[in-house]
């Protein structure tokens, strides 16, 4: 699959009315790892996303400070946290599993967020439904890790994560001297005692 080759729309989705207003569902079968639409729209600063108010919902932080105000259908795709599909390459929604006909299509909106700023009462009746959705790095470890290993996280959480665990290690384990405030350079366990 080629993602970058994606065009704007898909033809296997519809916009249909769900318990939250609008939502995105399959109009066909969907297999795991198709993609199924990118999200499009101008891209605003921090400021013009917080002066959306309660809209803010319906824009996608593609960086710390920069936004996509999502035009449809990406802007109807609704919040889960037990999602079947996750965004890739920043703007492209891809399955996670397989989606039948008929089945309304959700990704978990934390894992494009880090800004400290926003939260969202969360109704996705999900078994694991955490309430309230906030920024990547408060979801649980064990949460975190099933999305960095799929490749679903915005590449800029991706960073900010790494070099938060490297200032945990360092907290931890301070005679190793990872990182930060030694060298900007990413040093790996082996190559620690050699960063000063
Ligand atoms: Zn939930």
Known sequence: MNLEKCNT?????????CSFGKGVFASQNINKGE?????????????????KGEKQANVLQIDTTKYIDI?????????????????FKTTVLVALISIYKGEEIFYDYSTTMSENLWTMECKCLSINCRKV????????????????????VQDFIVGEHKQRTQILIAKIYPSLKI?????????????AKNCE
Request: hydrophobic share 35%; aromatic share 10%.
């Open 35 to 51: 993609a199924i639409l990118r999200f499009t729209g101008k891209v605003i600063s921090l400021d013009e996303a917080l002066a």
């Open 179 to 191: 990182g930060l405030g030694v060298s900007n350079n990413y040093c790996d366990w082996e190559l």
């Open 71 to 87: 035009e449809e259908p990406g802007v109807t795709v609704n919040h889960s946290c037990n999602p079947n599909a996750g965004i």
């Open 9 to 17: 729309i898909f033809q296997k989705i519809s916009i249909n009315e």
């Open 133 to 152: 959705i906030k920024d990547f790095h408060y979801l649980p470890p064990n949460v975190k890790k099933r999305y960095l290993d799929l490749g679903t």
